[in-house]
């Protein structure tokens, strides 16, 4: 597999083949992780343009055609490496990019570098990789990340973004690269970080590589220059934003979270001269303040230089729709979805997208 990726690098030169987009390479992103879009849509999941299901005329659209016209110029996807469900792994990711291409949209690509999903509290090694030690764990990242990203450029796929792991404020590849803030595994995780930066610099030279962190809140100076000292690379900083979950946020208000998570893209953007990207975004479905949450927080945002846009994590998600790897678990469905109870979008979703830069 190494040595065709290889000489595929050397072979190959991208052309444009999709849809063009309105919205040029590094113009502000307006966004959506919809990587459970076409297991909704197995499940018979239906989406519409207005609340009148009654009448004949009404019929049900493509969710990412509806979000275009919406405004959505740009598609979050996940990759897992062996999901059991067979679900958000790279041929899924391969369906649903090419559906976000053919559809004009600029493309971020989420790997996790694991079975399932990866996050400050869970950071499993896939299956396979299971006894490999550092030096091959390293190659695992470079060949991983080759795969998905040749993958995507043989189809004539050019993504804009690729995140080298997902949420990773405590390191990625758990145990070998787990880290904390004054201790941990620093030369494993940043060498992960490092290979995984070079290997999609190999197969896109431009590409935009993230490093993601959740609590856009949370001011932690001691992980970037942790992960500087290590030889840790990136383009842009990613992070996550939930400002209504204050069971998380140390029962903070959304207010106060909200403009904690402006002064700390301030910071960031100041301290390591880079851009930084909201890379999820989530509000209570059913709330009434959600829809002035979100108008708050884009204000806030759009008025930062170097914020480079933001996507909403799994706004298609309602009516009580759970993906498959749930129902083992006993986890209840999302709840931060952006669409309505009818299945249309949400004024949650109107408000990010029309929002402007």
Same mark, same amino acid.
């Given at each position: 597999? %190494?040595?065709?990726?290889?000489?595929?690098?050397?072979?190959?030169?991208?052309?444009?083949?999709?849809?063009?987009?309105?919205?040029?390479?590094?113009?502000?992103?307006?966004?959506?992780?919809?990587?459970?879009?076409? @297991?909704?849509?197995?499940?018979?999941?239906?989406?519409?343009?207005?609340?009148?299901?009654?009448?004949?005329?009404?019929?049900?659209?493509? !969710?990412?055609?509806?979000?275009?016209?919406?405004?959505?110029?740009?598609?979050?996807?996940?990759?897992?490496?062996?999901?059991?469900?067979?679900?958000?792994?790279? $041929?899924?990711?391969?369906?649903? $990019? %090419?559906?976000?291409? /053919?559809?004009? /949209?600029?493309?971020?690509?989420? =790997?996790?570098?694991?079975?399932?999903?990866?996050?400050?509290?869970? /950071?499993?090694?896939?299956?396979?990789?299971?006894?490999?030690?550092?030096?091959?764990?390293?190659?695992?990242?470079?060949?991983?990340?080759?795969?998905?990203?040749?993958?995507?450029?043989?189809?004539?796929?050019?993504?804009?973004? +690729? /995140? #080298?792991?997902?949420?990773?404020?405590?390191?990625?590849?758990?145990?070998?690269?787990? +880290?904390?803030?004054?201790?941990?595994?620093?030369?494993?995780?940043?060498?992960?970080?490092?290979?995984?930066?070079?290997?999609?610099?190999?197969?896109?030279?431009? #590409?935009?590589? =993230?490093?993601? +962190?959740?609590?856009?809140? @949370?001011?932690?100076?001691?992980?970037?220059?942790?992960?500087?000292?290590?030889?840790?690379?990136?383009?842009?900083?990613?992070?996550?934003?939930?400002?209504?979950?204050?069971?998380?946020?140390?029962? %903070?208000?959304?207010?106060?979270?909200?403009?904690?998570?402006? @002064?700390?893209? %301030?910071?960031? #953007?100041?301290?390591?001269? !880079?851009?930084?990207?909201?890379?999820?975004?989530?509000?209570?479905?059913?709330?009434? @303040?959600?829809?002035?949450?979100?108008?708050?927080?884009?204000?806030?945002?759009?008025?930062?230089?170097? !914020?480079?846009?933001?996507?909403?994590?799994?706004?298609?998600?309602?009516?009580?729709?759970?993906?498959?790897?749930?129902?083992?678990?006993?986890?209840?469905?999302?709840?931060?979805?952006?669409?309505?109870?009818?299945?249309?979008?949400?004024?949650?979703?109107?408000?990010?997208?029309?929002?402007?830069?």
């Amino acid at each position: 597999m %190494k040595k065709l990726l290889i000489l595929f690098a050397a072979a190959m030169m991208l052309t444009a083949c999709y849809h063009k987009t309105d919205s040029p390479r590094g113009s502000w992103a307006k966004g959506a992780d919809i990587s459970w879009l076409s @297991e909704m849509e197995h499940d018979g999941v239906k989406f519409y343009k207005n609340t009148d299901r009654c009448a004949d005329r009404v019929q049900s659209t493509d !969710c990412i055609e509806l979000l275009r016209g919406m405004g959505m110029n740009a598609v979050r996807l996940r990759v897992w490496v062996n999901h059991s469900t067979g679900w958000s792994n790279k $041929a899924d990711m391969l369906v649903l $990019a %090419k559906r976000a291409a /053919q559809a004009g /949209q600029r493309i971020m690509i989420d =790997i996790h570098y694991s079975d399932f999903f990866a996050d400050p509290n869970q /950071q499993t090694i896939p299956a396979a990789w299971q006894h490999y030690d550092y030096p091959t764990m390293l190659e695992a990242v470079r060949e991983h990340t080759l795969d998905v990203l040749y993958a995507l450029k043989e189809e004539g796929i050019k993504p804009e973004w +690729v /995140q #080298i792991g997902n949420e990773t404020p405590n390191g990625m590849l758990w145990p070998m690269g787990r +880290v904390k803030e004054t201790a941990g595994n620093w030369e494993h995780y940043a060498g992960f970080t490092k290979m995984g930066y070079e290997a999609a610099k190999e197969a896109f030279p431009d #590409i935009n590589v =993230i490093v993601h +962190v959740d609590n856009a809140y @949370e001011r932690r100076d001691w992980f970037w220059k942790s992960m500087q000292a290590y030889g840790g690379k990136w383009d842009m900083i990613g992070l996550s934003h939930y400002p209504m979950m204050s069971a998380w946020n140390g029962g %903070k208000s959304w207010q106060e979270m909200n403009v904690l998570a402006e @002064e700390n893209i %301030k910071r960031l #953007i100041h301290d390591w001269h !880079c851009p930084v990207m909201i890379a999820e975004v989530g509000m209570f479905a059913n709330d009434p @303040e959600s829809a002035i949450v979100m108008e708050d927080f884009m204000n806030r945002i759009t008025a930062i230089d170097s !914020c480079a846009g933001i996507f909403y994590w799994e706004p298609e998600v309602y009516g009580g729709w759970r993906p498959a790897e749930y129902i083992p678990l006993g986890w209840g469905s999302y709840e931060m979805g952006a669409f309505t109870p009818e299945g249309t979008p949400s004024e949650v979703m109107q408000i990010m997208l029309s929002g402007t830069k």
